[in-house]
């Protein structure tokens, strides 16, 4: 959840120094393609760890 909340603030942030001049369009997507990408990984890994738990308390079990 937070880092949900963190790639919110920067996209907002981002946003802003866009439309203020400060930044070019291809930094801020970059910026923005690297956040998410980020987080997807983090989904990921935090999926693979559930799996692998599940994994062996299913062996623990049998």
Same mark, same amino acid.
């Given at each position: 959840?937070?880092? *949900?909340? %963190? #790639?919110?603030?920067? #996209? %907002?942030?981002?946003?802003? %120094? !866009? %439309? #203020?001049?400060?930044? *070019?369009? &291809? /930094?801020?997507? *970059?910026? &923005?393609?690297? /956040?998410? +990408?980020? $987080?997807?990984?983090q989904f990921?890994?935090?999926? +693979? @760890? $559930?799996l692998d738990? /599940? !994994?062996?308390?299913?062996? @623990? &079990?049998d």
């Amino acid at each position: 959840m937070v880092a *949900t909340a %963190l #790639s919110a603030c920067i #996209s %907002l942030i981002g946003a802003g %120094l !866009l %439309l #203020s001049g400060k930044v *070019t369009e &291809g /930094t801020f997507t *970059t910026v &923005g393609g690297m /956040t998410a +990408n980020v $987080r997807c990984i983090q989904f990921a890994k935090e999926a +693979n @760890d $559930r799996l692998d738990k /599940t !994994l062996v308390e299913m062996k @623990d &079990g049998d």
